[in-house]
């Protein structure tokens, strides 16, 4: 898959993401990369920043939080393109969820693994 149709996805996904929760997200950009970190092979999604729950009345003059979302590991768990669609979605939900201070325990919990 180009890496085009796979942005179109990632925005497709952002499109589903309740206007509410996104007029909330504060400071984030969120960006696809084709390959996670050195040493993360199966990285599917990032988030690198300050959750919201975490901003203190010092907060301020930071750069943007970033959301990453990773090309080649989510295409090489995929075996077609609808899974590829569920893939991100799922992903940008987990990542969004990190920037609401939303952990992997909690998102476990609710069934977002």
Known sequence: M????FEELVGDALDEVPEELLALMSNVVILVEDDPPPGEPDLLGLYEGHALTDRGWDYSLVLPDRIFLYRHPILRICDS???VVDEVAVTVVHEIAHHFGIDDERLHELGWD
């Not at 180009?2 to 149709?5: A, D, F, G, T």
């Open 2 to 5: 180009s890496r085009e149709r």
């Open 81 to 83: 393109e609808e899974d």
